[in-house]
């Protein structure tokens, strides 16, 4: 399968994470799966007119394209004119470079939060008036339209992340390649179209912090050791992802490194209308609370286990190193033989 | 004349368009167009400023760290906060290991697979350069890609992740390292150093740290049967890329990695001309006379705005015009070092200027000289004590934060009003290097550097003026942010 990736209005993060794929050969991988890098712009040797000639031809349909991925935002502006980033070398926005490729490719990707949604690249003032590929923020719509489907009648696929896990962005190209044993479908994608092995997870799940949050024994400052829901702002409870089972760089995780989740899966994180590291309370109460438990509940189970809260877990839960170690369980001793 | 415009630009981060003129063979005057604008100073503006903590990584996917940790020095300023000493170390290894991959990653993904292009394919050292370098294809690309996601485990285990921490932070670092896991970095980072010795470097690192002259250098170069800087090294000479892409010859550096209160930075801040002179932040200004950018005269970045206009006459770039006292410099390892005062750099400065070789070496160098601090910053940690210091930031308040990306001098200027963001200017390492033309219509560094490249006849992306542009290691998406 052909693939060809593309970069608008992102930070390019999303191919330098893919660099970091625990794989031995990252190309190998691919082209074992039968893909074929058409182009690339941190990668291929092509540059200039050598590089125009690929995009030619596939925009002709010379060349099959069959996997368009996109990185970065697509900047509108300024005024509808996508001058806000110009194809270099062709004199025309890129916005209409990839109108045109979409329509030619089996498969289209939109690699990273800004791609799919618009992103961090859309915040504040969005100045560019970026989107995403097939979605505004939350709304359906974005560059292509609502009702758009590539010639494999999918939608785009929207790998969202800031930025990606370098697995989420392989397990999907391989799984598009390996139409045999897995039939990547319309049913493998979530309500925002994401890929759903590793949307239909949360980032809660196997976070180092869960002891901390059993018991509501939260940080209250960058460095401590306690749940970052309280205070710190973190989403894990919420976000759609399985960042805390499929680790970052080895053993890495933003809750790992200590930071809130800021939960970048999601349409719209950029702008949570709040400040990102500390979490919005409704008299004294953390808004945001998991999405599918009853807030009674919550809170009622929170003031229960507060309560019953060891000392190692609430002396520990403010400090950066455990100063209370899990105690030894007293036995009798060895059973004698007779 | 004729006039080429080259682009799509690959292997440089980001966007970018080269207009050339030539004339006789060679490049006679050179434009260089940053061709994408995201706004991420207006996108700042209103923000809590501890915000900016998330935004601003978010300006590049390959200096991410260096943003980050521009903004919390930064914000520490406008705290009036010195960080813990962990927190000052952890900091200072997590900038450590996106340099040190950046570099690897300039030099084997983004610059040498030229050589590996059919153009080359008469040359003594083509098969060499192919079966290493090839793109997607060569054997050191395809060892080198596992060894740098093995280095930047580092990051998993001080920063959470890579690109795009918040870990840093004003008064150090969210993550406080645990004792056992001091073990685990130390391992990670022989490993590594073990990796560069045998593949690109073929010797010890401290070897070639102490290269001290370009006979020096010669004579190491003699003894070598392996390693790709070797390979480098005979590739340079033959096709005499000494004599391509000379800039200014003044060289920026903010200095990096700060030491122990009251020491300094390991590499010290400063600008080489010839001589050292102090770096006087004062005298940085940034002119937007060629970019499609409201006002133009060049002012100084806490006073400066950024505000597009795209249909401005005259102007053919989104990228300011960064000048210090008046003057166009370059920015880069081969800066740091000079700076710094490594002897072999200073030679070749003196004899021959900035060139695409010495940028080259100079990054090569600064590997060597950068690994076995961090093994020796590693030891300095002490888990126990604290990583990060709590502050709080006044209503109204000013910092900056001055650091050193991979690619050169990063600054930011931060602005607190009313307990917002009122401005937060950043000029980073390539709006220096790739700055279009002032008021005065002085070119930028890069832009002097490809007057004269030659050109030759059926050339449409002619390949001096790829070596010299990927010498500079450019990251457009920082560029204009």
């Known amino acids: 399968m052909n693939l060809l990736w593309l970069q608008s209005g992102g930070c390019g993060g999303c191919s330098m994470s893919l660099l970091c794929a625990d794989t031995r050969d990252l190309f190998a991988t691919l082209s074992d799966a039968g893909i074929n890098i058409l182009w690339h712009p941190a990668l291929s040797e092509a540059s200039g007119v050598e590089a125009l000639e690929v995009l030619h031809a596939c925009d002709e349909g010379k060349l099959p394209l069959d996997i368009l991925c996109i990185e970065g935002a697509l900047l509108r502006g300024p005024n509808g004119?996508?001058?806000?980033?110009?194809?270099?070398?062709?004199?025309?926005?890129?916005?209409?470079?990839?109108?045109?490729?979409?329509?030619?490719?089996?498969?289209?990707?939109?690699?990273?939060?800004?791609?799919?949604?618009?992103?961090?690249?859309s915040a504040g003032v969005n100045p560019t008036d970026a989107c995403g590929l097939q979605y505004d923020g939350a709304a359906l719509g974005g560059l292509l339209g609502s009702s758009w489907c590539s010639a494999s009648g999918l939608p785009v696929i929207n790998v969202a992340g800031c930025p990606i896990h370098p697995g989420w962005v392989l397990d999907t190209l391989v799984a598009l390649a390996h139409a045999e044993i897995n039939d990547f479908g319309a049913a493998d994608l979530d309500g925002l179209g994401r890929p759903r092995f590793y949307a239909d997870q949360l980032v809660h799940t196997g976070c180092l912090r869960n002891e901390f949050y059993e018991f509501k024994a939260s940080a209250e400052k960058a460095s401590d050791l306690g749940c970052l829901m309280e205070n710190m702002g973190c989403k894990g409870t919420q976000a759609h992802a399985d960042c805390n089972t499929r680790l970052w760089n080895g053993s890495g995780s933003c809750l790992r490194g200590g930071y809130a989740c800021i939960n970048c899966t999601e349409p719209g994180f950029e702008e949570p209308g709040h400040p990102f590291a500390n979490t919005p309370k409704v008299a004294g109460i953390p808004i945001g609370l998991p999405t599918d438990m009853p807030k009674a509940w919550f809170v009622a189970l929170a003031a229960l286990s507060k309560s019953a809260t060891p000392r190692r877990v609430r002396e520990n839960a403010?400090?950066?190193?455990?100063?209370?170690?899990?105690?030894i369980r007293k036995s009798a001793g060895k059973p004698k033989l007779k | 004349m004729t006039r080429l415009i080259v682009g799509p630009f690959n292997r440089v981060e980001g966007d970018l368009e080269v207009t050339l003129d030539i004339a006789a063979g060679a490049v006679t005057a050179a434009f260089v167009n940053a061709s994408l604008y995201r706004g991420?100073?207006?996108?700042?503006?209103?923000?809590?400023?501890?915000?900016?903590?998330?935004?601003?990584?978010?300006?590049?996917?390959?200096c991410?760290?260096?943003?980050?940790?521009?903004?919390?020095?930064?914000?520490?300023?406008?705290?009036?906060?010195?960080?813990?000493?962990?927190?000052?170390?952890?900091?200072?290894?997590?900038?450590?290991?996106e340099n040190l991959a950046d570099h690897l990653t300039h030099f084997y993904l983004f610059f040498m697979p030229d050589f590996a292009r059919a153009a080359y394919r008469d040359r003594a050292w083509y098969s060499a350069a192919e079966e290493r370098f090839k793109a997607l294809n060569g054997s050191g690309i395809k060892a080198m890609l596992p060894a740098r996601a093995d280095f930047l485990h580092l990051m998993g285990l001080l920063a959470g992740k890579w690109p795009h921490t918040l870990a840093l932070q004003p008064g150090g670092s969210s993550r406080a390292l645990q004792a056992a896991e001091?073990?685990?970095?130390?391992?990670?980072?022989?490993?590594?150093?073990?990796?560069?010795?045998?593949?690109?470097?073929?010797?010890?690192?401290?070897?070639?740290?102490?290269?001290?002259?370009?006979?020096?250098?010669?004579?190491?170069?003699?003894?070598?049967?392996?390693?790709?800087?070797?390979?480098?090294?005979?590739?340079?000479?033959?096709?005499?890329?000494?004599?391509?892409?000379?800039a200014t010859d003044v060289f920026l550096s903010y200095g990096n990695f700060p030491q122990a209160e009251g020491v300094g930075r390991l590499f010290p801040a400063g600008v080489w001309d010839g001589k050292l002179h102090a770096l006087d932040e004062l005298a940085i200004v940034e002119d937007a006379t060629c970019a499609w950018l409201n006002g133009g005269a060049a002012l100084h970045p806490t006073q400066g705005l950024t505000l597009p206009l795209s249909d401005k006459a005259g102007a053919y770039s989104w990228c300011k015009a960064p000048r210090l006292a008046g003057r166009v410099v370059e920015t880069g390892a081969l800066a740091r070092q000079l700076v710094a005062g490594q002897p072999l750099l200073r030679m070749l400065a003196a004899e021959q200027g900035g060139n695409v070789y010495a940028r080259i070496v100079a990054r090569m160098i600064e590997i060597t000289r950068v690994l076995p601090e961090m093994e020796r910053w590693l030891r300095e940690l002490k888990p126990g004590a604290p990583f990060c210091f709590p502050g709080s930031l006044p209503e109204e308040a000013e910092g900056r934060g001055l650091v050193e990306a991979a690619r050169g001098s990063l600054g930011h200027w931060l602005q607190i009003r009313h307990g917002r963001i009122q401005n937060y200017q950043i000029i980073a390492p390539t709006t220096w290097n790739f700055s279009p033309r002032d008021a005065a219509g002085t070119p930028g560094a890069l832009e002097q550097a490809l007057v004269g490249a030659p050109v030759g006849d059926k050339e449409a992306t002619p390949l001096a003026v790829q070596h010299i542009v990927r010498s500079f290691d450019p990251c457009m998406v920082c560029t204009v942010h």
């Open chain 1, 81 to 121: 004119s996508g001058r806000f980033h110009m194809l270099a070398g062709t004199a025309q926005p890129m916005i209409a470079w990839v109108s045109r490729l979409a329509g030619r490719a089996s498969f289209v990707l939109a690699i990273g939060s800004c791609a799919a949604w618009g992103g961090v690249t």
């Open chain 1, 318 to 327: 403010t400090a950066d190193h455990q100063r209370v170690t899990p105690a």
């Open chain 2, 40 to 62: 991420f100073e207006q996108i700042l503006q209103g923000k809590t400023p501890l915000d900016a903590l998330v935004f601003v990584p978010r300006i590049c996917g390959i």
């Open chain 2, 64 to 97: 991410s760290v260096a943003q980050s940790s521009a903004a919390a020095q930064a914000l520490a300023d406008a705290m009036g906060l010195v960080p813990a000493n962990n927190g000052r170390i952890a900091a200072n290894l997590v900038l450590a290991c």
């Open chain 2, 182 to 246: 001091k073990i685990r970095l130390l391992m990670l980072l022989r490993e590594f150093r073990s990796w560069l010795e045998k593949n690109l470097f073929g010797d010890l690192l401290e070897n070639v740290a102490g290269l001290a002259s370009r006979q020096a250098l010669e004579d190491w170069r003699a003894t070598q049967r392996a390693g790709d800087f070797r390979l480098f090294l005979e590739i340079a000479e033959d096709l005499q890329l000494e004599q391509l892409g000379r």
